[in-house]
């Protein structure tokens, strides 16, 4: 059974950093498009970066540029996201996201990608 839990959610100052973790268990497909979500109360939900574990192409969405970093650790089959310079309007559930069927190609809509993780709540106060 696929299972994506996320973790390293919390709360932080304006200007912090924090990383989040997303461990895949159960995942037939060894090469993949790994993506992090985030969603505000509101608010559709927002593709903030992927990585095509395959060979490691990352994409960001435009709000995070600069400022957030995605990774893996393929043999602990663990993805992050290094989140620095954090601003009040980073705030929201992310979830972490698998589809292994298909490179990055689309990997900002929430349709592409097939498995989700349950969420982790980040809270920057200003």
């Known amino acids: 059974q696929v299972q994506l839990v996320e973790s390293g959610g919390g709360s932080v100052q304006a200007g912090g950093s924090m990383r989040l973790s997303c461990t895949v268990s159960?995942?037939?497909?060894?090469?993949?498009?790994m993506g992090w979500f985030r969603q505000a109360p509101g608010k559709g939900r927002e593709g903030v970066a992927a990585?095509?574990?395959?060979?490691?192409?990352?994409y960001y969405g435009d709000s995070v540029k600069g400022r957030f970093t995605i990774s893996q650790d393929n043999a602990k089959n663990i993805l992050y996201l290094q989140m620095n310079s954090l601003k009040p309007e980073d705030t929201a559930m992310y979830y972490c996201?698998?589809?292994?069927?298909?490179?990055?190609?689309?990997?900002?809509?929430?349709?592409?990608?097939?498995?989700w993780g349950q969420g982790t709540q980040v809270t920057v106060s200003s």
């Open positions: 996201a698998a589809e292994g069927q298909y490179r990055c190609g689309g990997w900002y809509l929430p349709v592409f990608y097939s498995r």
């Open positions: 990585i095509y574990t395959g060979g490691s192409s990352t």
């Open positions: 159960g995942y037939t497909y060894s090469t993949k498009c």
